[in-house]
């Protein structure tokens, strides 16, 4: 179990969706739920991606468990938007998720 003082930081799920207009069709992120939850940085690398110096932070985010939740969601939090990785259902006993989440380019 998670105790209720580490989950510090607040953070927003967003979901993926469509809208259409006369110029076409665009992909939108529309607020989901909102989670407490501890957020963590772990690792953090310069990378080269298509002659573009630029950098890749991963956090790592214990919360409280939700079946709802899904890697194709995103995560907003205090200090930027991630997309999420993965999810571990911690030793399956459906009390703990443990999200491994990457920053977006400028971290909008």
């Given at each position: 179990a998670?105790?209720?003082g580490s989950l510090r930081h607040q953070g927003t799920f967003l979901q993926q969706g469509t809208t259409s207009d006369v110029s076409g069709t665009s992909i939108t992120w529309t607020d989901y739920c909102t989670a407490r939850a501890s957020v963590d940085p772990f690792k953090g690398a310069e990378v080269i991606k298509a002659g573009i110096d630029t950098s890749q932070v991963f956090i790592t985010v214990?919360?409280?468990?939700r079946d709802d939740v899904d890697a194709s969601m995103r995560l907003r939090a205090q200090h930027g938007t991630y997309i999420i990785q993965c999810i571990e259902n911690l030793l399956e006993r459906n009390r703990v998720l443990?999200?491994?989440c990457l920053a977006l380019g400028a971290n909008e």
């Amino acid at each position: 179990a998670l105790p209720a003082g580490s989950l510090r930081h607040q953070g927003t799920f967003l979901q993926q969706g469509t809208t259409s207009d006369v110029s076409g069709t665009s992909i939108t992120w529309t607020d989901y739920c909102t989670a407490r939850a501890s957020v963590d940085p772990f690792k953090g690398a310069e990378v080269i991606k298509a002659g573009i110096d630029t950098s890749q932070v991963f956090i790592t985010v214990k919360m409280r468990y939700r079946d709802d939740v899904d890697a194709s969601m995103r995560l907003r939090a205090q200090h930027g938007t991630y997309i999420i990785q993965c999810i571990e259902n911690l030793l399956e006993r459906n009390r703990v998720l443990v999200l491994t989440c990457l920053a977006l380019g400028a971290n909008e």
